[in-house]
DNA sequence: TCTGGGGTCCTAGGACCC
DNA sequence: TCTGGGGTCCTAGGACCC
């Protein structure tokens, strides 16, 4: 058996538990810019304020109900989200941790003491270690566990507690969910789906098979074994290794300078390679990207993006923001309002097997130290005083900037925060 | 006026190999 | 008139996830 526990309404429950006042009222997080809701309290959701949403068309209801509204604050829900993995890890003999709020935990062995006993002391063990309340599915597969974590959300009779335990239950459970409810079924899929007939998970479960492989693809015919009790989305133990590594943002206003925007990309670009760092790789490939909004009339949109290989795979900051530069340099045309902007990473390799590239022109020697002792001193001051207290003359915030109007202290990553708030 | 950010996987088709 | 079989690698685009 898989169990589900998945973080109710995640970034608002994080805000809740440095700020109580902001229990029991609407309470919804916009996205970076303060553009769209990406998190709504349940009084928000009653409201009628849809996930994503765009708050400047709801801006009417805001007011009304005195919603209580806050910016996106990643570097304390990253921080949450660690202390509800640490918690769980420690409940089960096996986690695969899915997202930001959503976890995996293998529930074999548990059927002696009790699934519904078990699950229930992880819900306490994890609101009293850390404040954040969770709900919990579990079923024989990790898709008919999300399913059965989407019964404990949706109905209060549940009390955040759905359990599958064999076919007869899963059938009825199926039978009350739509197909668009069904993990990994997106809009596509549904659309295609309710033409033909099926609108239930259930519908989905008993469609004929090479039907289903055929119009929806290996994974689709993946979702309906799953559905049918059958296993094939093993817990994954171990985080593969990512492929690519992104910075993006969309800006607080139109950009149309290119050497503003090469802040920016700086910027990200130094992001990149912090994250990069962190991840222990090295980064083979530049890919930038520069675009208008994709709300502009036609004739003024622009999406333009280039790639550069590097040489010598690296992760050194300065050697990533000047490739990055130098394909901005090619994509930048004049003339128009740029309005995002990101630079993602590519060829991702460990650093420790890393060999110098072969080249066939130039005499590459292997990256030198000095390189790597840099970025160790660079990313030893800042994260003793902060993200961006040291960096490169490149990446400056001097012409662009985002719309963060509405921030809630960094309460459990910096002490400065922790100070502003004392009484 | 105002619409997020960061990922993965799959397929189809082209170009190429022996 | 007749025109194989079995592969790899790369890219673009689509679909999905939170």
Redesign the pocket.
Same mark, same amino acid.
């Given at each position: 058996m898989y169990a589900l526990v998945?973080c109710n309404n995640?970034y608002v429950s994080c805000e809740r538990v440095f700020n109580p006042a902001l229990n029991g009222r609407p309470v919804v997080v916009?996205?970076?810019?303060?553009?769209?809701f990406?998190a709504r309290s349940n009084e928000a959701k009653a409201l009628g304020l849809p996930?994503?949403?765009?708050?400047? &068309?709801f801006?009417e209801i805001l007011n009304r109900h005195k919603v209580a509204i806050h910016s996106?604050n990643f570097p304390l829900y990253g921080d949450m989200s660690s202390r509800v993995m640490n918690t769980l890890g420690g409940l089960a003999p096996g986690m695969e941790i899915?997202?930001?709020?959503?976890a995996f935990l293998d529930m074999e062995g548990f059927g002696s003491i009790g699934l519904e006993a078990y699950a229930g002391m992880i819900r306490r063990t994890v609101r009293r270690s850390t404040g954040i309340p969770v709900s919990i599915g579990i079923a024989p597969t990790k898709t008919l566990a &999300?399913l059965a974590n989407r019964m404990a959300k949706k109905d209060p009779l549940f009390e955040g507690l759905c359990i599958l335990n064999d076919e007869s239950e899963a059938r009825a459970a199926m039978a009350a969910m739509g197909v668009e409810d069904?993990?990994?079924?997106?809009?596509?899929?549904?659309?295609?789906l309710n033409l033909n007939g099926v609108t239930t998970a259930l519908d989905l479960a008993d469609a004929p098979t090479q039907w289903v492989r055929r119009h929806?693809?290996?994974?689709g015919a993946?979702v309906q074994a799953e559905l049918n009790g059958l296993s094939c989305l093993p817990l994954e133990l171990v985080r593969?290794?990512?492929?690519?590594?992104?910075?993006?943002?969309?800006?607080g206003?139109?950009i149309t300078e290119q050497a503003v925007l090469e802040q920016a990309v700086a910027n990200?670009a130094a992001?990149c390679a912090l &994250?990069l760092r962190g991840e222990g790789e090295t980064a083979g490939l530049v890919t930038v990207f520069a675009c208008t909004?994709?709300?502009e009339e036609r004739a003024d949109r622009y999406w333009g993006t280039r790639s550069v290989a590097l040489r010598v795979p690296t992760q050194d900051t300065l050697s990533i923001v000047k490739a990055a530069g130098a394909v901005l340099g090619d994509i930048f045309k004049p003339g128009f309002r740029y309005?995002?902007a990101?630079v993602?990473l590519g060829d991702l390799a460990p650093l420790a097997g890393t060999l110098p590239a072969l080249t066939l022109f130039v005499q590459e020697e292997p990256e030198p130290t000095a390189s790597t002792r840099l970025m160790e001193a660079l990313d030893a001051v800042n994260s003793r005083y902060g993200q961006g207290t040291l960096r490169i003359a490149s990446d400056v915030k001097a012409g662009w900037k985002?719309r963060q109007e509405r921030l809630s202290p960094h309460y459990t990553t910096s002490w400065d925060d922790i100070i502003e708030i004392r009484p």
């Open positions: 998945d995640f916009l996205s970076n810019n303060d553009g769209c990406i996930m994503g949403g765009p708050a400047f &068309k801006r996106a899915y997202s930001i709020d959503e &999300k069904v993990w990994g079924i997106g809009r596509r899929h549904t659309e295609f929806l693809h290996i994974t993946r593969p290794a990512k492929q690519s590594i992104c910075t993006s943002r969309s800006f206003s139109d990200f992001k &994250k909004s994709p709300f309005r995002k990101g993602i985002q």
